[in-house]
T-cell receptor
């Protein structure tokens, strides 16, 4: 079953805690992305990666970190430096030759 | 259209009617546009795309129209069904920018009444 998977579906963070959101794709896509979605706002780019072992900051990278050690995986860590982490987080991927991005099901992060 | 604060523009239609959802963009250098559908609590799904060298593109029950003169994009859904209820948003790519980045609109909430 091909596609993009994100886990967990819901994640709870305590004050001062780092949490990691998983994103995996088996589509052989080169590029992967992390977006944050808040109510009533457009998607905002956190980080993106065009190839393995390389990634760039997006528009709202502060308080987040990523790694791209494998083509299939692009985990996002929400650090304690992110003071307002409550949001819906979306991972996307695309082939290098296309502009269209395809999205995973999302992870909703809530703060306890 | 654009949203104000936390409230998305909304469109309410009767089942079987045609729906038209609009998107205004500001970047005259945008050369590629996409429409996505997002159901509550789920990730966005690709619906249809169009390049700036086209004015119209049709898919299954959907048509996208591009008016570059007024920088306006619309999505038409024929014979709207209850399963079409979702937030629809457009995305654009700048021709002078990276192939890797899209700019997303805030979306319109479509509600289909049975």
């Amino acid at each position: 079953d091909g596609g993009i998977t994100q886990s967990p579906k819901y994640l709870f963070r305590k004050e001062g805690q780092n949490v990691t959101l998983s994103c995996e794709q088996n589509l052989n896509h080169d590029a992967m992305y992390w977006y944050r979605q808040d109510p009533g706002q457009g998607l905002r780019l956190i980080y993106y990666s065009q190839i393995v072992n390389d990634f760039q900051k997006g528009d709202i990278a502060e308080g987040y970190s990523v790694s791209r050690e494998k083509k299939e995986s692009f985990p996002l860590t929400v650090t304690s430096a992110q003071k307002n982490p409550t949001a819906f987080y979306l991972c996307a991927s695309k082939p290098g030759y296309q502009e269209t991005q395809y999205f995973g099901p999302g992870t909703r992060l809530l703060v306890l | 259209g654009e949203s104000v604060g936390l409230h998305l523009p909304t469109l309410s239609v009767q089942e079987g009617d045609n729906s038209i959802i609009n998107c205004a963009y500001s970047n005259s250098a945008s050369d590629y546009f996409i429409w996505y559908k997002q159901e509550s609590g789920k990730g966005p799904q690709f619906i249809i795309d169009i390049r700036s060298n086209m004015d119209k593109r049709q898919g299954q029950r959907v048509t996208v129209l591009l008016n570059k003169t007024v920088k306006h994009l619309s999505l038409q859904i024929a014979a709207t069904q209850p399963g079409d209820s979702a937030v629809y948003f457009c995305a654009e790519k700048d021709s002078g920018g990276s192939n890797y980045k899209l700019t997303f609109g805030k979306g319109t909430l479509l509600t289909v009444n049975p």
